[in-house]
């Protein structure tokens, strides 16, 4: 995936009548590093440490997902938080294998929340992300994905980042994008959302103002619809 660095650079060398730039904001999954094999390396290591430890907890992937699901709809006000999602659901399948639920939901959660945030940044986003913030831009991120910024490679390029699902309010709510611009102290239409997803980060940042980038290495066309 490439094209990072070049999809950026013309808005940013060519802003618009609207005004300069003056903070820019950054979904992370997808964008800023593949998500798939991070999910796919942490639920491994989520599943060998459960084995190993906790050898009663006989849930496969799918019962998890299932169990997943169950919590989701037993406890909608965190629906849209996957941390605390997962950690309620390691809990629950915890507790029917007869072991301490928030001892062990602590402890397989560590495992894979350290390998969530072990994240492979595509190759020209370090240089790009420093490359803005030493011209003098605000950079944050905006998240629907449970990775804590600041225990990713991420930390030293960004300022902040807004979790989107600890707001109970994911993309493309408009929320979330509020939140940022307020950390980013600039105004919407001085901002740009940079994403892959034309729906959460396109078409909710476009609800609040904001300019944007769609983030699109695989050139997908543009639905009729936008």
């Known amino acids: 995936r490439g094209g990072f660095s070049a999809s950026l650079s013309m808005q940013i060398h060519n802003p618009s009548k609207q005004g300069e730039i ?7 999954d997808d964008t800023l590093y593949e998500c798939m094999p991070v999910i796919m390396r ?11 430890h906790y050898p009663n907890i006989k849930t496969d992937l799918q019962s998890f997902r299932e169990e997943m699901r169950r919590q989701r709809e037993l406890n909608p006000k965190d629906a849209a938080d996957l941390g605390k999602l997962r950690r309620m659901t390691i809990a629950a399948v915890a507790k029917e294998a007869g072991y301490e639920p928030d001892e062990v939901a602590d ?12 994240v492979d940044l595509f190759d020209d986003v370090p240089g790009t992300l420093d490359a803005l913030r030493a011209s003098g831009l605000v950079l944050g991120g905006i998240t629907n994905g449970n990775a804590d910024f600041k225990e990713t490679a991420l930390k030293d390029h960004l300022e902040f980042c807004v979790s989107a699902g600890a707001l109970g309010k994911p993309k493309p709510a408009k929320e979330p994008f509020i939140a940022a611009l307020e950390l980013c102290k600039a105004e919407a239409k001085s901002t ?14 476009h609800n609040v103002g904001m300019r944007t980038v769609w983030y699109n290495p695989k050139e997908l066309p543009v639905p009729e619809e936008h």
Do not use: P, W
């Not at 003056?22 to 992370?28: E, K, P, Q, V, W």
């Not at 495992?111 to 969530?116: H, I, L």
């Not at 740009?192 to 940042?205: F, K």
């Open 42 to 52: 942490a639920t491994k290591k989520q599943f060998d440490y459960v084995a190993e």
């Open 107 to 118: 402890a397989v959660m560590e495992v894979f929340c350290r390998e969530r945030n072990n």
């Open 22 to 28: 003056a903070a820019i904001t950054f979904d992370l």
């Open 192 to 205: 740009i959302h940079v994403g892959d997803d034309l729906v959460s980060d396109v078409t909710g940042a």
